[in-house]
């Protein structure tokens, strides 16, 4: 993978773009919309752009994405924001993912006791000093015998050895048998010197004197070496390794109480708008619960964050700023959703472009158009702004910041892994907007998946997505996608 400005994340098959069977949509030639040559000369900006031309959102020339989905289609005219929208192009979703990509943080690894480090990345190579097992063992419930005294042993002619003592796990007193002598051992117990074979007991009359062995075993049968784990000097867990329960067990048997791990990065979420209310406050004419910031945050979480909640954003200037001070100090990036101020003052935006600045964009996507980006405070603590709508923010977390957590948790898949999917029905979008829609994706009884959007538009937004476990793509240049054609679906699998 390559960290190259210029939308390098999604060179090699990584970008997470919808692969439309163009013969069931219909695509736009490029410089139909855009007034662009069909083939640009290398090197002009518009690569990270895409032109819309506003005349072509007229009703009776582009479907509103309502007939299929629910929502109502994004309006270049409003919605807009501080950002004129005057300015032809917009920005791609690559374009934008490209500059939070390349400005996250790595955090330095940290060390932690190795439960505390279950679900992160190993930053550091663990040799093991010890051999593991340390001793010959048994490897389960028998008798201990020389291989050459059963080599006869059958179920007709049973082999008789005389049992000499019980070795049981955890006793480390050693012990020997010779030719014709057996010992009996637990799983996990010492092997007797001049022991090679573990009979299960189940292959034998379990007697206590004198025991008969139904079966002749090779010599190592059912015996753990030493050093057959791991031997001394030998890698017990890789850089960049997962720590789940295995390798939790692994480092616990070579003596490891803590190890260097990539931290979970520390993620802020707040969010904007003089019209939230907290959830314990029943909301008054005009005012909404705040539920992005406990989305958000739960987003953030489940995608390996340390996420806190910081709550709603105080009016007074003052206030603010000190409020967002203070989380740039204890954050490696801050998540703030709201609506912006329309052409007017917005004391957000003021309070931002006080500690640093920000750049307020318009990406071609739909749900929510305007976002916004920047390197704040001292530190240059990434900010990431999504918008205020609920379905929107939660979209635009999946597009933008989880990617972002991915890495700087080391992760190498950074993206959610997707499929190819049959839609069940018309599929319908703005021209120049990738449209990301709430579905249901199920597979099919004669194989593949076959994906449906949620809702007809009558039940509320939350409760599409609530049910949703997927989010259909649907891309730029194409306004429709027939009954049959094949769309880019996103599973939204917890921690997938």
Known sequence: MTQDKSRGWFRGGARDTTQLDLAHGTPVPRGAA???????????????????????FAAERVPAPAVSSGDRAPDPLGDTGSVDVSAIRLRTVEAHLDEILGAVPQP???????????????????????????????????????????????VEAPVELAVVGQSLAGSGEPAAIAEGLAQQVA??????????????????DQGAARVGVYAALPAGSYVRRTGDDVAPGDTAVQVGTPIGPAQISRLAAVG???????????????????????????????????????????????????????????????????????QLLRSDVVLIAGTFANGGVDVLQEALHALGGMSFTQVAMHPGPLHAFGRLGPADVPVICVPGEPVAALVAFEVFVRPAIRLMLGKRQLFRRTVQAVSATQLLSPLGYRQYLHGQVMRHPDGGYVVE??????????????????????????????AGGLVTVMPMLLGG
């Open 34 to 56: 855009d007034g662009l040559p069909a083939e640009a000369p290398a090197g002009e900006a518009y690569h990270d752009t895409v032109q819309v031309d506003r005349s072509v």
């Open 108 to 154: 330095d690894p940290i060390e932690l006791a190795v439960l505390d480090a279950q679900g992160l990345l190993c930053a550091e190579l663990v040799v093991s000093s010890r051999a593991l097992p340390a001793f010959d063992q048994a490897g389960l419930d028998g008798y201990a015998v020389r291989s050459a005294d059963v080599a006869a042993a059958t």
């Open 187 to 204: 799983v996990g117990a010492m092997m007797p010197d001049g022991a090679d074979v573990v009979v299960p007991a189940a292959w034998t």
């Open 256 to 326: 490891r109480e803590r190890v260097s791990v990539r931290p979970r990065p520390r993620v802020s979420v707040l969010c904007a708008g003089a019209e939230l209310v907290d959830i314990g406050t029943p909301p008054g004419p005009g005012q909404v619960v705040d539920v992005n910031s406990y989305a958000l945050a739960a987003a953030a979480r489940d995608a390996g964050a340390e996420a806190y909640r910081a709550g709603i954003l105080p009016g007074d200037p003052r206030r603010l700023v000190d409020l967002l001070e203070s």
């Open 453 to 482: 959007p949620i809702g007809d538009g009558d039940q509320a937004m939350l409760a599409r997505m609530a049910r949703a476990n997927c989010l259909i793509v649907v891309d730029e240049d194409v306004t429709e996608v027939s």
